[in-house]
């Protein structure tokens, strides 16, 4: 949390003068990237043909290309230096943990046996709403949709693998529910910079967003619930040891007490390995083959975050940032389009940022001083930047969350894309709230702030 608060106090964004040209071109390598992945996969309706490794280097090339004035070996430097953040690295850490413990876990038969025990439990109808719940839920308490996919995606592959249900329909379902705390939740990033860029308390924040929130997360509930019962699933649930539940059980439990994500997995891949070795005589050959084997299966993920963040790096150092902030806040003359600024801005950043909580840090002065100016309350801009954040993360296809939600699953990162229910109801529940007033007006100076 002290990045983010490091973040928090820094000075608001200079406003520069871009011209239509120098900022087009700045926001190009996105535009490359979104036809050759995005396009020519619907042209072709096959989203495994095209490589997104291959999208992305050939928006990063172009991207190096155009920032010029600068040595060939200075734009490879910017590039290789958003690659190589402290962010990015720290992604990759749990990238390769969550990897290595969903091997093991799998190896010893600890999330078969728990796919069992939840066989047992849930009638059939209710294992896709009930995913759906628990994501929810989890997300909410521990503030985190990276710990939430890191603890239910596994198991959601596997209750579809037994169920004969459709993987990406349960990644999916696993990834709304995800974000449904991560806009939410008292301890979230988002939540604090939302909040904090806007100085308002957080639970106003969370009795504006509420009320948008719950119905769409009910109407998604409700979609799941009508697939489910319209939809024929060939349970057999088998037996199970209720020891091998124990290293996931306990993944889930330290996750909603609110620890670190990475010492949530080590301490998860080091409990399975002790019952691996005590309980199912497994050598440390065999556990060090499903931890290699994990680690190993999140290589294509981890190319494609490096190449991700260094495109979007180059973005950021060619204006293209600057250029979205400086078109989107003019020409507002209402409340209602000041809202609808603030929407878009937020939701544009987080598109070329691919990370929700930088997006709401970019854009939170500018939106700010837009919301002061036409009597947007503080806890609505907090609300508008949260939840539209979290729409555009939990949509784009090159999002953290998603890109480690695909590579446990082992499918391509547009697949769960049309079962994404809960971010298109957040998004209507979003636009109906911006057209109709809902909220009162309430002025506050753009300078004020108000602690949490």
């Known amino acids: 949390m002290s990045d983010l608060t490091t973040e928090l106090n820094r000075e608001e964004i200079e406003e520069k003068n871009i011209s239509n040209r120098q900022g087009l071109l700045a926001l190009s390598p996105i535009m490359i990237f979104l036809i050759l992945y995005l396009v020519v996969s619907v042209c072709i309706g096959d989203f495994y043909k095209m490589p997104i490794s291959v999208a992305f280097i050939a928006a990063s ?46 190896g010893i038969g600890a999330i078969e046996a728990t ?42 592959v596997d209750l579809a693998s037994n169920s004969g249900g459709n993987i990406p329909l349960f990644v999916a379902a696993i990834l709304g529910g995800a974000f449904f705390g991560d806009n939410l939740s008292f301890i979230s990033d988002t939540t604090i910079a939302a909040t904090r860029t806007q100085g308002v308390m957080m639970n106003a924040k969370f009795r504006s967003n509420f009320r948008i929130v719950l119905p769409a997360a009910l109407v998604t509930l409700g979609v799941y619930t009508l697939m489910s019962f319209n939809t024929e699933m060939s349970v057999a649930p088998g037996d ?31 409990v399975a390995s002790v019952i691996a070795c005590f309980s199912k005589g497994t050598s440390l050959l065999d556990m060090a083959g ?29 204006g293209g940032i600057d250029y979205l902030l400086q078109i989107m806040s003019r020409r507002i003359s209402s409340a209602r389009g000041a809202k609808g600024a603030i929407a878009a801005l937020v939701s544009a950043v987080n598109i070329c940022t691919a990370n929700n909580t930088i997006a709401i840090l970019t854009v939170g002065g500018l939106c700010r001083r837009i919301a002061g100016k036409y009597g947007i309350s503080g806890a609505r801009t907090a609300s508008l930047l949260d939840t539209c954040s979290c729409i555009v993360q939990c949509l784009i296809p090159y999002g953290a969350q998603t890109l480690l939600a695909v ?6 990162p547009a697949a769960p894309w049309p079962y994404l229910y809960y971010p298109w109801a957040l998004s209507a529940m979003v636009l109906g709230s911006i057209i109709l007033p809902l909220h009162k007006k309430q002025h506050y100076p753009p300078s004020s702030q108000k602690k949490d």
Do not use: Q
């Not at 040595?71 to 402290?86: Q, Y």
């Not at 009930?130 to 949709?145: Q, R």
């Not at 999140?298 to 495109?311: N, R, V």
């Not at 590579?407 to 391509?412: D, N, P, V, Y």
């Open 61 to 106: 090339i172009w991207g190096i290309l155009l920032y010029r004035g600068r040595p060939l070996s200075d734009r490879i430097d910017t590039f290789s230096k958003a690659a190589g953040s402290k962010s990015i690295m720290y992604m990759i850490w749990i990238f390769m943990l969550a990897g290595a413990f969903a091997s093991l876990a799998k």
């Open 115 to 156: 796919v069992n025990a939840t066989l047992h439990i849930l009638p059939e109808e209710l294992i896709l709403p009930g995913l759906f719940i628990a994501a929810c839920l989890i997300s909410l308490s521990i503030g985190t949709s990276v710990g939430t996919v890191v603890a239910l995606v596994p198991l959601g």
């Open 290 to 318: 499903y931890l290699g084997s994990g680690i190993d299966s999140m290589g294509d993920l981890i190319i494609i975050t490096l190449l991700s963040a260094g495109m979007l790096g180059i973005i950021k150092a060619t």
């Open 407 to 412: 590579g446990l699953a082992g499918i391509s």
């Open 240 to 270: 199970y040891d209720l020891l091998l539940i124990l290293p996931y059980l306990m993944v889930i439990v330290l996750a909603l007490i609110g620890i670190n994500v990475t010492i949530v997995l080590v301490c998860g891949i080091l």
